[in-house]
């Protein structure tokens, strides 16, 4: 039953091309434009001594990461409830657990695909690759897990399918921004504050990765995994499988 829920999630994204292509295909020309400007460049400050590709490859990979696992899965199981797909898949025989770990190898697959061309991309500008690459599998996927985690649980507060994108872009904006995914922040302070949120977390274990030629980093990956959790239990509490009455 797994083995087809997984192949039924992959079958639903790979034969809806708009959201392949914009899945795929944004961090590619995030991190080509990226490419094309800081190519060439030393390190700087600014980066912490890094060149920009240096510090962007990593981060924008773990962005890529986050949007298919926490924003894109969201949406979806908002825009599910709401046309009463998650409804008849509640009254068939069915296991949730087996639905959900669907949903979430899924989102892994996609996630692997994603941080694979940007790395590509990265490569033929000059970045080097990790060489640790258990580690980066594991951070990669308990990542992956830890947000979807939180997207099943955020979906589980909204109300209805045409607030999503709204409440999700709500919580994921300021998170992305003061986590350094658009820019480096030196803030001592907002760091701090970041460090015990999901992101940044991420985005320091990807870029320990590519830059230290460091191994698994356990801080950073228990700060995932309790988020993980935290996610998990909002989740199985609030999640509902029927529309909310208007």
Sequence with gaps: MLGHQIRYEQLSFWRNPQSMVFTFVLPIVIIGIFGAVFSGSEGQDFFFGLTGMQYYTPVIAAVSVLGACYGQLAIVLAMRRQTGVLKRLHATPLPAWVYFAGLLV???VV???????????????????????????????????????LGVG???????????????????????????????????????????????????????????????QWRDLAVLAAWGVIGALIAVRSFRWDPRPE
């Design 106 to 108: 899924h989102c892994v």
């Design 154 to 216: 955020v979906a589980s507060l909204i109300k209805n399918s045409e607030a999503a994108p709204a409440v999700v872009q709500f919580i994921q904006f300021p998170l992305v921004f003061i986590s350094g995914s658009y820019f480096p922040i030196h803030a001592e302070l907002l760091n701090t504050i970041a460090g015990l949120l999901p992101v940044k977390p991420f985005n320091d274990a990807m870029l320990a990765l590519f830059t230290q030629d460091a191994g698994f």
């Design 111 to 149: 996630s692997i695909v994603d941080v694979a061309l940007v790395f590509g991309i990265g490569a033929l500008y000059g970045v080097d690759l990790p060489t640790h690459w258990g580690a980066v599998l594991l951070t990669l996927v308990l990542g992956a897990a830890s947000f979807c985690a």
